[in-house]
């Protein structure tokens, strides 16, 4: 099993940059597929980017293509989601998944998560 836990959202102004991280417990992180996901309220949650255990692999949400990166660091136990040129309806909370099967978009084939961290955006 694997633990998660996010940091680094707050309240920017649009056009600014934040980067998250979400720091993983356990010893075989390097296994897992990780990913962002993020939920506006009265919304679903939906996809933002993940990246394959080696890093080799990434997808992203059309929506955020070319403003956001996601990276990971397998001997630090971490993923980042670098955000730049952020607008306001990039503004949710956002959440770091894990999982160990082959890398997805799909929100339900992540078993572990994270209890999210707020990112808003003002205009």
């Known amino acids: 099993q694997v633990q998660l836990v996010e940091s680094g959202g707050g309240l920017v102004q649009a056009g600014g940059s934040l980067r998250l991280s979400c720091a993983a417990s356990g010893r075989t992180f390097s296994r897992y597929t990780m990913a962002w996901f993020r939920q506006a309220p009265g919304k679903e949650r939906e996809f933002v980017a993940a990246?394959?255990?080696?890093?080799?692999?990434?997808f992203y949400a059309d929506s955020v293509k070319g403003r956001f990166t996601i990276s990971r660091n397998n001997a630090k136990n971490a993923v980042y989601l670098q955000m730049n040129s952020l607008k306001p309806e990039d503004t949710a909370v956002y959440y770091c998944?894990?999982?160990?099967?082959?890398?997805?978009?799909?929100?339900?084939?992540?078993?572990?998560w994270g209890q999210g961290t707020q990112v808003t955006v003002s205009s």
């Open positions: 990246i394959s255990w080696s890093g080799g692999t990434t």
């Open positions: 998944a894990a999982d160990q099967s082959p890398i997805s978009r799909v929100v339900r084939r992540y078993d572990y």
